[in-house]
């Protein structure tokens, strides 16, 4: 199987929201996705707050990554959160995912960053086995905190 990449432009736009929605599915989270296509262009293209590679095998959709620079004080660099990550079932197994973890470990060093970090959730043992095998190392001693909706504007006034 011939694994290739692309980064995605406007025309996308759909697969990346439908790849969205497969990974809410998967996630069991479908009821939190309120993207939509005009969000996802505000903020991927015209703000350029994001960045998404598409992958295909065989030349046929199989997977995408989105992903976005943060920051480390510590280390004085940026680094790269990887926010998604997601193959289509028919591809699983297949190294579609490894190529596209790889693919963004390569350009992580490319840009000088000094680390690349996504989460993961608890009960996802396969991926988490499968991130482990890459090398990842979980943070146990970090937990991740959220603000949103009515209690991020809350906080904001």
């Known amino acids: ?21 497969e ?4 996630e069991k989270l479908q009821d939190e996705v309120v993207a939509t296509e005009e969000i996802l262009e505000e903020w991927i293209f015209n703000q350029k707050k994001a960045e998404v590679i ?8 199989a997977g995408f990554i989105l992903f976005f620079h943060n920051f480390s004080t510590f280390l004085g660099r940026a680094g ?7 193959v289509r079932s028919e591809y699983r197994g297949a190294g579609v995912g490894k190529a596209l973890l790889k693919k963004l470990a390569s350009i992580t060093v490319e840009r000088g960053c000094g680390r690349l970090e996504w989460s993961c959730l608890d009960w996802n043992q396969k991926s988490i086995d499968f991130y482990r095998s890459m ?16 209690s991020l504007k809350q906080l904001g006034e």
């Open 23 to 26: 990974l809410a599915e998967y």
């Open 135 to 150: 090398g990842a190392v979980s943070m146990d001693e970090w937990t991740v905190y959220r603000v949103t909706g009515d």
């Open 54 to 61: 598409l992958a295909q095998a065989d030349g046929k959709e």
């Open 1 to 21: 199987m011939e694994i290739t990449f692309r980064y995605a432009d406007r025309q996308d736009l759909g697969l990346i929201l439908e790849y969205i929605k």
């Open 80 to 86: 790269i959160y990887l926010e998604d990550l997601f």
